[in-house]
């Protein structure tokens, strides 16, 4: 089966600051693999470059076959990819049961009943505004509608950042029990305990560089220790 995602000697620069250069991997439908790497490592840039939100960097990023920047700004992401950023991407004055009528008339590919589900095994009240919620449960709220629809991408920027660590395994648990097996998810993140039990594989960043990616029993198993070792040993002076 071809990949979901291809990408070849990726480079991005803002001004003389470089921050991606020389990134290479692809992603395989039914397959989670995380960015990881500490603040500014370059995980955003790569992610905004595939959701087609940069598009002035130098060599190939291709989804589903086709570059980004073939169809009009956005036209890619909505057809291929869930995106959930970095940051809100839900109006606060919503309550959440607008914000579940919001996305399913903005994309075709919006399942209300899935994402009432996941609001109600979060415990969710439908009723409150978006504002009104603990930032927890606004991550919540925002991955809900983001795993909602039927995408071949998901693409996760920093999904348990707000979160509780009580929290973090019911999260993780509900990436896995909603994507299809023929869609794939890459995420970032710098909390790599809790979420390289649901990894395929890793692709370790260092200043916008890759130093060091595998599959994730691989690596385990060549290094001797967890990914959330071989982390802090990559970047113990980062």
């Known amino acids: ?40 490592s370059g995980k955003t840039t790569i992610m905004k470059v595939i959701m087609g939100l940069l598009t002035d960097y130098t ?17 890619a992401a909505n057809r291929y990819i869930s995106y959930l950023p970095d940051a809100g991407h839900i109006p606060t004055w919503f309550t959440t049961e607008q914000a579940i009528r919001f996305f399913a008339d903005f994309y075709t590919d919006f399942d209300e009943a899935k994402a009432g589900e996941m609001l109600d095994a979060m415990k969710i009240p439908r009723h409150k505004r978006v504002k009104a919620l603990s930032r927890g449960m606004q991550e919540k709220v925002q991955l809900a509608m983001v795993m909602a ?42 909390i790599i305990a809790d979420i390289e039990s649901v990894l395929d594989e890793a692709v370790f960043l260092r200043e916008g560089k890759i130093c060091m990616m595998g599959e994730a029993d691989a690596l385990r198993q060549e290094r001797g220790m967890s990914l959330d070792q071989i982390f802090r040993e990559v970047f113990r002076n980062a």
């Open 1 to 40: 089966m071809d990949n979901i995602l291809e990408i070849t000697d990726l480079g991005k620069r803002y001004g003389r600051m470089v921050a991606v250069e020389g990134v290479r991997f692809s992603l395989a439908p039914g397959k989670i693999l995380g960015l990881l790497g500490p603040n500014g």
């Open 59 to 75: 060599g190939e990023v291709r989804i589903a076959g086709a570059p980004p920047e073939v169809h009009p700004p956005g036209v």
């Open 149 to 190: 629809r039927r995408a071949k991408l998901y693409i996760l920027d920093e999904p348990i950042g707000a979160v509780d660590p009580a929290s973090r395994d019911f999260i993780l648990n509900t990436l896995l029990a909603h994507y299809a097996e023929d869609s794939a998810i890459l995420l970032s993140s710098h």
